[in-house]
């Protein structure tokens, strides 16, 4: 009597096991995605400041650009009005 109860038990003690296996599956794909994406985030934000850094640089250039503009700009209309730029 007492193997079969164990026979009887041994298909619920094998589903156990296998639904044990198959969670920690189940884990293991939900890490590997979190993990990804974590990588993915991080390059993200690398390139995010990368890119800041990019346009902070361009809008110095473009305002030293417009002063040098300006400065010409400002010579050439005293040449043309013939009158003496006032001493900075």
């Known amino acids: 009597m007492l193997a079969l109860g164990a026979l009887l038990l041994l298909p619920v003690a094998l589903v156990a096991a296998a639904a044990e296996g ?3 599956v189940s884990d293991w794909v939900a890490d590997r995605r979190n ?3 974590a990588g ?3 390059e993200l934000d690398r390139k995010a400041t990368e890119l800041r850094a990019t ?3 361009l809008a110095e250039q473009l305002n030293a650009d417009g002063l ?3 400065k010409a700009l ?3 209309s005293y040449l043309a009005s013939g009158q003496v730029p ?3």
């Open 74 to 76: 400002i010579r050439e």
């Open 55 to 57: 346009i902070f640089s």
């Open 40 to 42: 993915e985030e991080r």
């Open 22 to 24: 198959i969670a920690k």
């Open 86 to 88: 006032p001493k900075e």
């Open 68 to 70: 040098e503009a300006r």
């Open 35 to 37: 993990e990804r994406a």
